[in-house]
């Protein structure tokens, strides 16, 4: 079903979906999603070349199996920060949940909290960080900022999260501003949907913003120093997101962060920026145990997570496909997303003879260089097309990207 927000559909469903892997849910959401929304979650930045490969980099690490073990009925449960997960999985922060469910943050944070997954909340939320709490109780939330140039607000929002239960804040460093976003520029997206943070403290309601102009109310400059004083002020752990380097993870420690997030951004920022998968070794060599590492990016199997893990990572974040799963089936939806991610993970425990999360971190993973080991599947998303380039949506003055002449 549908309900409307000042004309923007969305949806109302509550029901588990049926698939057979997460991929084929984008195709399903496009079909009923408008089309300026669907783009502005399915698309990357530029050419897309690193949204392809996020994905598809993970081919370029091998499972080796085990097979005579004598184990059996592995547990995907783990400890993170004192949390009790049933996953090792994060819902990653996504603002404005409420392009795809009426519901929005707090639909997903059902979600998380069914499947006992990490749920975080967007500093570009629709719902407030008190609904989410009031709607999931203590179930574990981290919390994504934005920081703001106004030290005032900033500490509006850490009394906020902290009095809500939140249990971490992970600070974004990564989109100091947008990523070139072609398919926002043709679609001429904007938020359909007030954003609470924004209506709260800023007196504008986001809705009717585009990307860029959101981008303008938070710092362009961050240092060591802000991680810092965002820990100190908030007395809350600060993980850093958004770290893609050895020089970057040394400095984030080094200023007191509590662990950090390898991430690109899904591929939204830096097009040609490498996949997170093939960084995350040279990062956890950097961090050598002294803090958890968080892996996103492209994440949409079983083995994903179960490589991500071998490589370092303590959990790993999900992004796209449990929106798609709120779109299709509201928090029963986000929940079969991660359940679906995790049955898969759960057999090549079995398969592989690990018994427990530690366990996986222990695998053995090679790096084999195979010639001709990246044909894509039907179910790949590098067979998605980028968004269609019309003679309606060239706008003046932007290249061609069809012939690269330009049009003025
Ligand atoms: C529609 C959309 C909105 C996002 N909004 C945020 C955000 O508000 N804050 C943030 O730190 N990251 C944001 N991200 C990035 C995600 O947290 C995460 O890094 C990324 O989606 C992971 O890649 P995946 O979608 O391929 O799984 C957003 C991503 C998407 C797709």
């Given amino acids: 079903m549908t309900v409307y927000y000042k004309g923007f559909p969305q949806s109302d469903r509550n029901e588990a979906i049926k698939m057979v892997n997460v991929d084929e849910l984008e195709d399903r959401v496009r079909k009923v999603m408008p089309e300026a929304a ?10 897309e070349w690193t949204w392809r490969n996020n994905t598809t980099a993970f081919n370029h690490f091998q499972i080796v199996p085990r097979s005579l073990t004598n184990m059996d009925s592995p547990s995907t449960a783990t400890q993170f920060m004192g949390m009790d997960l049933k996953k090792p999985i994060m819902i990653c922060p996504i603002a404005c949940h409420g392009i795809a469910h009426k519901d929005a943050e707090v639909a997903t944070a059902q979600g998380a909290k069914a499947a006992g997954a990490l749920f975080s909340s967007s500093t570009y939320a629709n719902k407030s960080v008190e609904d989410i709490a009031a709607a999931t109780g203590d179930s574990p939330k981290f919390f994504q900022l934005y920081l703001s140039k106004d030290w005032d607000f900033n500490k509006m929002v850490f009394d906020a999260v902290k009095s ?89 420690i080094g200023a007191g962060a509590d662990g950090i997030v390898v991430s690109n951004h899904g591929g939204r920022e830096i097009d040609t920026a490498p996949a997170t998968i093939d960084m995350l070794p040279e990062i956890t060599a950097a961090v050598n145990g002294r803090v958890p590492i968080i892996l996103d990016s492209g994440v949409r199997r079983g083995s994903h997570v179960f490589k991500a893990l071998a490589l370092g990572a303590d959990l790993v974040g999900i992004g796209r496909p449990f929106l798609y799963g709120l779109a299709l089936g509201g928090a029963k939806g986000v929940e079969s997303v991660i359940n679906q991610i995790n049955n898969e993970f759960k057999i090549l425990m079995q398969l592989t003879g690990c018994k427990t999360v530690e366990d996986v971190k222990h695998a053995d993973i090679r790096q084999i260089n195979y010639t001709a080991d990246n044909l894509p599947s039907n179910t790949d998303p590098s067979v998605r097309r980028a968004y269609p380039v019309t003679k309606e949506n060239q706008m003046e003055g932007i290249q061609d990207a069809a012939t690269g002449a330009s049009k003025h």
Avoid: W
Wanted: proline share 4%.
């Fill in 164 to 252: 809500a239960g939140y249990k971490g804040i992970m600070l974004t460093v990564d989109a100091l501003v947008s990523g070139y976003r072609e398919a926002n520029l043709r679609t001429n997206f904007t938020f359909p949907v007030p954003l609470d943070f924004f209506t709260r403290y800023v007196g504008a309601e986001g809705e009717g913003m585009s990307v860029a102009q959101m981008y303008a109310n938070s710092a362009q400059k961050i240092g060591p120093a802000d991680v810092a004083k965002i820990k100190e002020m908030s007395g809350l752990p600060v993980f850093v997101k958004g770290i893609m380097n050895a020089e970057d993870a040394y400095m984030a």
């Fill in 38 to 47: 669907y783009y502005y979650i399915a698309s990357g930045s530029e050419n």
